[in-house]
């Protein structure tokens, strides 16, 4: 990334994060000193960019005000825990500026249909790794880490968790459909490079076993049936990757679907009788926090957080303990802006918004997602280029 900066410019090195994120993150458990080669690169990204920080006049005013409501979210806490954790602050103040990058690095660095093809291509780049290591293993037996969930073997490859694999699955399927639906792909190699990739990525999620992804990929499902454009291109994508799945593993697919919702099930039949017991087990942690919040904070604290950040499985309650009621009504103000926002996008790119949106929603229930800064990166990227120009994505051609 320093060297293309040095060499090529910023554009070249938020193309080199972009290609390479996924094999950087494979990297999580190794360290560089006291600090993993993952915070290594947190650290660095707000000195690479830096010079983004004071071009947001560039951008509309309100969008300026739209990520800083959701930062304040984030930060209203920080400030208490200086002195308890200096090092959690440190990373968290890393964290929330890399996130503020989100909200630049795209909607300035990308200004032309030539920077968003390779951009997009970077993302496909990206999603090659996983997807790799998950066929790999699925066809070869070989585990490299030993995950599972209600008794499925989860394919994370070199990952901590499922959460990286199905990410990077679903950023390439997106990937895929955008540039497909603004891009005329002649090549009848790249067809087919564009076809395998999909049906590839389908697998990669497939084999993680992650509710999360089959909920995301369900909805993803209906937003383009209801609001894409190009109807026959999007569901022809879908169906592919459905087709994929169906033809290499038969009638396991559905067998494991119905076990991997086996508890959500039985609970809807009266056989499981504590809904805690359901997504994996994560109601027992959310009381756990609730009671804590409502019971061990105090009085300023529930209202202004505590600065620390916890693994809560839930993005609310993580911002309500560690950002207070305030944060948490801040947040709640920047996710109806970000709904209202979709609507306000050009009607021929909108399901994208509602996809960028719905993805991040259903993550905020059971994960975290304020703690993962490419995540914002992308998420909140691709949303701004898409509010703030879509003439990019625009193909009179087919429209």
Request: with cysteine.
């Amino acid at each position: 990334m320093i060297v293309a900066k040095l060499r090529k410019g910023l554009f070249a090195s938020f193309l080199v994060l972009v290609a390479t994120k996924s094999i950087v993150d494979a990297f999580w458990d190794y360290k560089l000193g006291v600090l993993s080669l993952m915070s290594v690169q947190g650290i660095l990204l707000p000195f690479l960019f830096y010079p983004l920080f004071s071009k947001f006049n560039y951008l509309p005013k309100y969008w300026a005000r739209y990520a800083k409501t959701y930062i304040f979210a984030l930060s209203v806490g920080l400030i208490w825990v200086i002195a308890v954790e200096p090092l959690a602050f440190v990373e968290t103040l890393f964290l929330n500026a890399n996130i503020f990058l989100g909200f630049l690095l795209m909607p300035l660095l990308i200004n032309s249909k030539k920077r968003l093809k390779k951009m997009l291509i970077a993302m496909m780049v990206c999603g090659i790794f996983p997807i790799l290591v998950s066929i790999y293993q699925l066809q070869t037996g070989i585990v490299f880490r030993e995950r599972e969930t209600v008794g499925l073997i989860r394919y994370v490859g070199f990952y901590h968790d499922a959460f990286p694999v199905r990410f990077y699955g679903l950023t390439t399927l997106l990937s895929i459909l955008i540039y497909q639906s603004v891009f005329k792909v002649r090549k009848i190699y790249f067809k087919l490079f564009l076809i395998a990739l999909a049906g590839s990525a389908f697998i990669s999620i497939y084999v993680v076993f992650s509710k999360a992804a089959v909920g995301i990929l369900g909805l993803w499902i209906v937003l383009l049936l209801l609001f894409s454009n190009s109807r026959i291109k999007q569901g022809f994508s879908i169906l592919i990757g459905i087709l994929v799945i169906i033809l290499v593993f038969g009638d396991v697919v559905s067998d494991n679907i119905e076990q991997l919702f086996s508890k959500e099930v039985g609970y809807q039949k009266g056989e499981v009788k504590d809904a805690r017991y359901t997504l994996a087990g994560r109601g027992y942690l959310w009381q756990k926090y609730w009671r804590f919040f409502a019971n061990e904070q105090s009085s300023f604290f529930q209202w202004l957080g505590d600065g620390v950040s916890r693994p809560t499985h839930n993005e609310f309650i993580r911002v309500l303990l560690m950002n207070g009621i305030i944060g948490l009504l801040a947040l709640c103000v920047f996710l109806i802006k970000s709904l209202i926002k979709t609507f306000k996008i050009h009607k021929t790119l909108r399901v994208y918004a509602l996809m960028l949106f719905g993805m991040y929603f259903i993550d905020s229930i059971g994960l975290v997602p304020g703690s993962y800064y490419y995540y914002n990166i992308l998420v909140w990227g691709i949303f701004g280029l898409l509010l703030l120009r879509p003439q990019l994505f625009i193909n009179h051609n087919t429209i």
